[in-house]
């Protein structure tokens, strides 16, 4: 068997899920909207499935679906892509991130990779023989520590992976981030593979893609997710654009890994990507209502909130509360004590930090705000009875 996978606890997601589930608590651990995306989408996906969509989708994807990313790019970013060569559709964001991580690296290449991160990155890296260079967000801020991102830039550093909006932390990096960034990566001839899955999720910050900065447009892997954009996660239809060279070499890795995404939800994710921008404003506004009824609630609770411009995601400092059984009671031991006592689930923030690593954060907690808000109410009405 492959040490490293055999070695890899079950993702914190299906662990708190799981608790949730056996507690009757409220999951406000792992990200899924609890209402479906339009409905429209799931008719043109049933019609699709009725007109014989029911065969091997072509490798790269369908053809209406790589063309209607490309549009979705000149739309929102002025970006010119080519949809033969330049777009992929992937089963998922996370196989998009897991081909394009294969086509960019060699045993013993670096990949710089910021924390708190999502859980897939460090173990594919690892997976292909290569070596995460960790840079840890400095909390309650979530600042990025400039000096220690350039310390992790090296000879042998490949790529950089940047999440924003960024899972679990809310950030949207700023311009001047990103200018940071781009100078990096291009100082050190490297690429940048930028999981935008919550593009369209952002709370009156502006999502900057990396790849429309100078200099960038070659060096950058862009990859969303028709989960978040429609809210649909069990779709699990993804879709990147990359510079042509470097698409040709993902999808080797996809024809191995997946081959084709179900040609039916290709079409109502062409269809979702078209529909006019107020579809993509009401989702940003909508899940901002969720986000503020969460962060005024939690605030008055005692926790302290952590700034969050984007994702379905908040982070909250749990010390405020005065709930912790001792001092030195960790994120995830009050996670789990708040499923069961309280009936309420939460996702511990320690879970996106490399286990071999000192001084991860051992105080903040993980609320996803994706909910009908009488359900956020609930859930703040039972914490307070908790408290
Ligand atoms: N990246 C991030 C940051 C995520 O939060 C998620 C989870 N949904 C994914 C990738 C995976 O997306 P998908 O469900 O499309 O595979
Ligand atoms: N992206 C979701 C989250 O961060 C979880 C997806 C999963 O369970 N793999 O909560």
Same mark, same amino acid.
């Given at each position: 068997?492959?040490?490293?996978?055999?070695?890899?606890?079950? &993702?914190?997601?299906?662990?708190?899920?799981?608790?949730?589930?056996?507690?009757?608590?409220?999951?406000?651990?792992?990200?899924?909207?609890?209402?479906?995306?339009?409905?429209?989408?799931?008719?043109?996906?049933?019609?699709?499935?009725?007109?014989?969509?029911?065969?091997?989708?072509?490798?790269?994807?369908?053809?209406?679906?790589?063309?209607?990313?490309?549009?979705?790019?000149?739309?929102?970013?002025?970006?010119?892509?080519?949809?033969?060569?330049?777009?992929?559709?992937?089963?998922?964001?996370?196989?998009?991130?897991?081909?394009?991580?294969?086509?960019?690296?060699?045993?013993?290449?670096?990949?710089?990779?910021?924390?708190?991160?999502?859980?897939?990155?460090?173990?594919?890296?690892?997976?292909?023989?290569?070596?995460?260079?960790?840079?840890?967000?400095?909390?309650?801020?979530?600042?990025?520590?400039?000096?220690?991102?350039?310390?992790?830039?090296?000879?042998?550093?490949?790529?950089?992976?940047?999440?924003?909006?960024?899972?679990?932390?809310?950030?949207?990096? &700023?311009?001047?981030?990103?200018?940071?960034?781009?100078?990096?990566?291009?100082?050190?001839?490297?690429?940048?593979?930028?999981?935008?899955?919550?593009?369209?999720?952002?709370?009156?910050?502006?999502?900057?893609?990396?790849?429309?900065?100078?200099?960038?447009?070659?060096?950058?892997?862009?990859?969303?997710?028709?989960?978040?954009?429609?809210?649909?996660?069990?779709?699990?239809?993804?879709?990147? &654009?990359?510079?042509?060279?470097?698409?040709?070499?993902?999808?080797?890795?996809?024809?191995?890994?997946?081959?084709?995404?179900?040609?039916?939800?290709?079409?109502?994710?062409?269809?979702?990507?078209?529909?006019?921008?107020?579809?993509?404003?009401?989702?940003?506004?909508?899940?901002?209502?969720?986000?503020?009824?969460?962060?005024?609630?939690?605030?008055?609770?005692?926790?302290?909130?952590?700034?969050?411009?984007?994702?379905?995601?908040? &982070?909250?400092?749990?010390?405020?509360?005065?709930?912790?059984?001792?001092?030195?009671?960790?994120?995830?031991?009050?996670?789990?004590?708040?499923?069961?006592?309280?009936?309420?689930?939460?996702?511990?923030?320690?879970?996106?930090?490399?286990?071999?690593?000192?001084?991860?954060?051992?105080?903040?907690?993980?609320?996803?705000?994706?909910?009908?808000?009488?359900?956020?109410?609930?859930?703040?009405?039972?914490?307070?009875?908790?408290?």
């Amino acid at each position: 068997l492959n040490h490293q996978l055999a070695k890899l606890p079950t &993702t914190i997601f299906t662990v708190m899920s799981a608790l949730a589930t056996e507690h009757g608590a409220i999951n406000l651990g792992q990200g899924f909207p609890d209402t479906e995306g339009p409905a429209h989408l799931v008719e043109a996906a049933s019609a699709a499935l009725r007109d014989g969509r029911n065969q091997y989708a072509p490798l790269t994807g369908l053809p209406e679906l790589r063309e209607a990313v490309a549009r979705s790019n000149a739309r929102f970013y002025a970006l010119d892509v080519d949809p033969v060569r330049e777009v992929v559709v992937t089963s998922g964001a996370t196989e998009g991130l897991a081909s394009s991580l294969a086509a960019l690296l060699n045993p013993g290449d670096e990949v710089v990779v910021i924390e708190p991160a999502y859980d897939t990155y460090l173990p594919m890296i690892r997976l292909l023989g290569a070596v995460p260079r960790l840079v840890r967000l400095t909390p309650p801020e979530w600042s990025l520590p400039r000096e220690a991102l350039s310390a992790a830039f090296g000879p042998r550093t490949k790529a950089i992976i940047l999440n924003s909006p960024m899972n679990p932390t809310g950030k949207v990096f &700023t311009l001047e981030e990103l200018q940071f960034i781009a100078e990096l990566v291009e100082r050190h001839d490297a690429y940048a593979l930028c999981d935008e899955v919550y593009e369209h999720l952002t709370f009156g910050a502006r999502h900057i893609p990396l790849m429309t900065l100078p200099g960038m447009r070659d060096r950058c892997i862009r990859v969303g997710s028709a989960g978040k954009s429609f809210s649909m996660t069990g779709w699990k239809v993804g879709y990147l &654009t990359a510079p042509a060279q470097l698409a040709a070499v993902i999808a080797k890795a996809h024809q191995n890994l997946a081959f084709s995404t179900a040609p039916n939800l290709q079409r109502a994710v062409a269809t979702g990507l078209d529909q006019d921008t107020a579809y993509f404003d009401t989702l940003s506004s909508d899940m901002k209502l969720r986000r503020d009824i969460l962060a005024s609630g939690l605030r008055a609770l005692g926790f302290g909130v952590l700034p969050c411009d984007g994702t379905y995601f908040l &982070t909250a400092d749990i010390r405020g509360t005065g709930s912790l059984a001792d001092p030195l009671e960790t994120d995830l031991e009050w996670s789990r004590r708040l499923s069961v006592e309280a009936g309420v689930t939460v996702i511990p923030v320690s879970a996106f930090y490399d286990e071999s690593g000192e001084g991860a954060p051992r105080h903040l907690v993980r609320f996803a705000f994706c909910k009908q808000p009488v359900i956020l109410q609930e859930a703040l009405t039972r914490l307070e009875a908790w408290l």
